[in-house]
């Protein structure tokens, strides 16, 4: 696997995967500070940066400016470092999540003739699309790839809208460990004297966290006995707080900021309903597979999120949770109301959701999936 920095801990996911495949990870970055949030040691990890250290806090930003590129193109140092290191031991194909990095990876998998499989995941088929030199590149790795991996069916439809596609592009979603959830919410509630709500992730436009602050005021109207907690940090983080602290209902809403994965855990055990409510941001950057939501439905949580991106395929409208149109918040809170006030059918919807889970997103499936399709494409 090819990535820009590893470990990062907004990219979890990415850590399961390399760690599901035993995976050898090649990277410029590497976040050594983060190997103990992940239990990480390094033995499956190369730093194939060749850059200095000035190059690396300034350069590639410059890089960027000149060639057009939105995103952070290996040097030419870093290139020649990552090709020397493939040639020593070269494997037997390199799995790129995030189209950046499959355009990175192109040049030393061409010239040592490595299988290249490229995994979509989210903003690399959307904002970067509005890129005319991201999409020349991408067009390019994509014309030498052996295979394309997507998080849901349709979600290459942007590539080829701008004629961009491969005869094999397989769905296949990270998947989430659902066991390590299941034991949450397992025997119906007897009584429930405050219906608590959670959110999870970062504080970014795509996420929306202010439409789930405003759909929460409208239920606090009317239901005193409910309480939002949203786990996250981010660019947004200020509005946030400004708008708890106007919505009349800042006792009811907690902030905590980033907790790890072990907290989250528990964050899943003492709330009722999950929300999230994505939406595609200006600059067209949006979802791909949210991790958070099949992480809570695998808790027994039920969702109300909005119709967007790989959402659908995680949520079943009316059986584990409901979906939403994108800024609807009347018809978010609605269902949020809808739940706090019957908690018997929350549950059923958060049973249903999690065998959902099971059934769908289990991380061992997704990975023997993604294997399989490895094994196929290897040289």
């Not at 990890?45 to 939105?70: F, Q, Y």
């Not at 409208?218 to 200020?238: F, I, R």
Request: glycine letters at 6%.
């Amino acid at each position: 696997m090819l990535l820009k920095s590893y470990p990062i801990i907004s990219e979890a996911f990415l850590v399961r995967q390399a760690i599901s495949l035993d995976a050898k990870v090649y990277t410029t970055f590497v976040k050594t500070e983060n190997f103990d949030r992940f239990n990480l040691s390094g033995q499956n990890i190369n730093c194939i940066s060749g850059t200095p250290a000035w190059w690396r806090k300034t350069g590639d930003a410059v890089l960027r400016k000149m060639s057009g590129e939105p995103y952070q193109a290996l040097s030419f140092l870093d290139q020649h470092r990552f090709k020397k290191v493939l040639s020593q031991q070269p494997p037997d194909v390199m799995l790129a999540p995030f189209g950046p990095n499959a355009i990175n990876a192109l040049p030393a998998c061409k010239k040592l003739g490595i299988p290249l499989i490229i995994q979509f995941l989210g903003y690399d088929v959307g904002s970067l699309m509005n890129n005319n030199t991201y999409v020349q590149n991408i067009k390019k790795a994509m014309a030498y790839a052996s295979a394309c991996v997507v998080l849901y069916p349709g979600m290459e439809q942007p590539l080829i809208d701008v004629g961009i596609n491969h005869p094999r592009i397989e769905a296949i979603n990270i998947g989430v460990p659902t066991r390590n959830f299941a034991h949450h919410h397992s025997i119906p509630p007897k009584s429930v004297t405050k219906f608590r709500f959670l959110s999870v992730g970062r504080f970014v436009e795509k996420k929306h966290p202010l439409g789930i602050i405003q759909a929460f005021v409208k239920v606090a109207h009317s239901n005193p006995e409910v309480t939002l907690t949203m786990v996250g940090d981010g660019p947004l983080m200020p509005q946030v707080r400004s708008a708890v602290e106007s919505s009349g209902f800042k006792e009811k809403i907690t902030l905590p900021g980033y907790q790890t994965t072990v907290q989250l855990q528990e964050q899943y055990g003492l709330h009722h309903a999950f929300l999230q409510h994505s939406i595609v941001a200006a600059d067209g950057n949006r979802e791909g597979w949210p991790v958070s939501i099949a992480e809570a439905a695998s808790s027994g949580l039920p969702i109300v999120a909005t119709e967007h991106a790989g959402i659908p395929t995680q949520v079943i409208h009316k059986e584990t949770g409901y979906l939403v149109p994108e800024m609807d918040i009347d018809a978010m809170a609605s269902y949020m109301q809808l739940l706090a006030d019957d908690t018997t059918k929350a549950w059923k919807l958060g049973q249903a959701g999690k065998l959902h889970m099971q059934q769908t997103s289990d991380i061992s499936d997704q990975m023997r999936k993604l294997m399989t399709l490895i094994n196929e494409e290897s040289k």
